[in-house]
């Protein structure tokens, strides 16, 4: 009986020893896991679903044409107004429906040979996004041409249906002022300013962070 007894004594320790300790343990602070929250937004631009269109007036008439998205996303983070990402344009795609025209605009104006893509790359939006139904806003960023930076804030309409949504834009970019050549002759005069009429499309996912 008494071996028994004091077998028993460690057992009574720990588990004494234990209790006391039991409170100091559970007040002590605890590692939670990290939290995942959602800070953003990354709408992914379908291009077959998109176009680009274009407009240049002249002394005879306006020349209509298009050119075709070649990839797109944006990053937007709607409470702080950052935004970041590209929207690609195919340089070597664009054309209005005249040969000649075209071959010139390629070869003179544009040179997309050498530069073969048009990019805008936002950085910042005004305006009240929302991340469901219609918004307008300002988006402003470096817009990419002939080799050339320049920066634009372009006025837009957006979109946001469940995880789709679409995007309309329609400004005016000066190509002669920001260098490149004039395509008008002594004969046809050409506006210095060709209007770029955006219309996207895609679907939207929440980007998380740490």
Do not use: C
């Not at 939670?32 to 005879?60: E, I, K, M, N, Y």
């Amino acid at each position: 009986m008494r071996l028994f007894s004091v077998r028993l004594k460690p057992v009574f320790y720990l588990g004494a020893a234990l209790l006391v300790a039991l409170p100091v343990l559970i007040a002590l602070p605890q590692h939670a896991a990290p939290r995942t929250t959602t800070s953003s937004l990354v709408f992914a631009v379908d291009p077959p679903q998109s176009s680009v269109h274009w407009t240049l007036g002249s002394s005879l008439h306006t020349v209509h044409g298009t050119f075709a998205l070649k990839r797109g996303n944006l990053q937007i983070e709607p409470a702080t107004g950052k935004a970041s990402g590209e929207i690609v344009v195919d340089a070597t795609s664009g054309e209005s429906g005249n040969d000649g025209r075209d071959k010139k605009m390629h070869k003179e104006v544009l040179e997309s040979g050498r530069f073969g893509e048009i990019v805008f790359k936002p950085d910042n939006i005004t305006g009240k996004f929302k991340s469901q139904g219609e918004s307008t806003i300002q988006i402003h960023g470096v817009f990419m041409l002939h080799g050339g930076e320049h920066e634009l804030t372009v006025p837009a309409q957006a979109n946001v249906s469940g995880d789709h949504w679409t995007g309309s834009a329609k400004f005016g970019i000066p190509f002669i002022e920001w260098g490149l050549k004039n395509p008008g002759t002594w004969l046809l005069k050409v506006e210095h300013s060709v209007n770029v009429e955006l219309e996207l499309k895609g679907t939207i996912q929440p980007q998380s962070t740490q």
